[in-house]
């Protein structure tokens, strides 16, 4: 546990970097990241741009109504004034919101579980999570034209799981058991790339222990030529 406190908290985090040597609320003291990412940077700034758009109008709708409207008095330019310093701020809120719970929502792939932080308000998230045993299928797509054009795509993975909660004997022989659902990491990079890694995952993990599963190789997605390579070389204590 004082070896995860000593991690960088992932919302802290700027930019991702191998080998992943962050923490998360919930994060068990074996359990090891081996990816983490956010929804690709180009729909952030995509939404600041409308939000921004929207500032635009607004502010030049309220130009043109003082100049159309010139018998207006002091009292009335002073209010639309005051509007347009509103609209300013609001939209400067929004800009900064956008960016807070983009930076804060995330899809992680652990040793244990896929788990997908979405960020609600300033305050709460919602935690989903999927353990890695419990996957019976997984899916890459390409959802929209858009996507294709933006170089985005989306995950998916199934459980196979058919009932809630845990029973006392379930719980003394260590099963965990969660609905069954489909998990997603929607308008991310490399989506194919981490399914066919999430498969190589599932494999491993019917195969090997948990303590043999610390020291599994994470998801290096966006590593260039010779730089997989290189990380490999750099951190021989993994495998995989």
């Known amino acids: 546990m004082s070896e995860l406190l000593s991690l960088e908290n992932v919302f802290e985090v700027n930019e991702f970097v ?17 990816y983490i990412a956010r929804e690709a940077k180009i729909m952030l700034y995509l939404r600041q741009i409308g939000a921004m758009l929207v500032g635009i109008v607004a502010l030049v709708v309220i130009a043109l109504l003082n100049r159309m409207l010139d018998d207006l008095g002091v009292k009335a330019k002073l209010i639309l004034g005051a509007i347009g310093v509103l609209v300013i701020i609001i939209t400067l809120l929004i800009l900064s919101w956008l960016r807070f719970t983009w930076k804060r929502t995330l899809g992680i792939v652990t040793n244990y579980h896929l788990i997908k932080l979405i960020q609600i308000n300033p305050i709460n998230n919602i935690r989903q999570t999927l353990p890695v045993k419990n996957i019976v299928d997984t899916q890459s797509q390409t959802r929209t034209p858009m996507d294709r054009i933006l170089g985005v795509g989306s995950f998916e993975a199934r459980s196979g799981a058919n009932s809630s909660g845990v029973s006392t004997e379930d719980a003394q022989k260590g099963i965990e058991r969660v609905n069954k659902k489909s998990f997603y990491f929607i308008r991310i990079k490399n989506a194919e790339d981490l399914e066919n890694y999430v498969k190589k995952l599932m494999n491993m993990v019917s195969k090997h222990s948990d303590e043999k599963m610390q020291t599994f190789r994470p998801f290096i997605a966006d590593a260039k030529t010779g730089q997989r390579q290189s990380f490999i070389d750099q951190y021989p204590e993994y495998w995989g």
Do not use: A, M, N, V
């Open 18 to 34: 191998f080998p992943f040597k962050y923490r998360f609320s919930g994060q068990q003291s074996e359990e090891k990241i081996l």
